[in-house]
């Protein structure tokens, strides 16, 4: 398990849900944020709507887990799961990239089951 503390001043906290649950923080609900997970862990990515929003760049992540489709560098919709089975060393070193940066950027407002 690791050790991870979920930042202060986050505006919600979620605790721990289903990937099911975590559907609805996709950015379709204005008055809801939007939540992206790697490796279980949930970063609010609200503040980077226009990435993470209906129209950007990476909606395709929003309300995901989006741990191999970073690990891939892809923005395929299949690609945007928890699974990291089959991952390469190389892609498994791009994914821990990926996650410093959201460490860096963004608040962990929860986790994945």
Do not use: C
Request: aromatic share 10%.
């Amino acid at each position: 398990m690791v050790d991870v503390k979920v930042m202060a001043g986050a505006s919600t906290h979620v605790g721990t849900i289903t990937e099911s649950e975590l559907l609805k923080y996709d950015g379709s609900n204005p008055s809801l944020p939007i939540y992206v997970a790697i490796k279980k862990r949930i970063f609010d990515v609200s503040s980077a709507q226009g990435f993470y929003g209906p129209r950007g760049s990476y909606a395709v992540f929003a309300g995901k887990d989006a741990s191999r489709a970073l690990a891939k560098m892809s923005t395929k919709e299949e690609d945007a799961i928890g699974s990291l089975e089959g991952l390469t060393e190389k892609e498994l070193k791009v994914l821990d990239d990926w996650e410093k940066k959201f460490e860096d950027k963004y608040p962990v407002v929860g986790f994945l089951e």
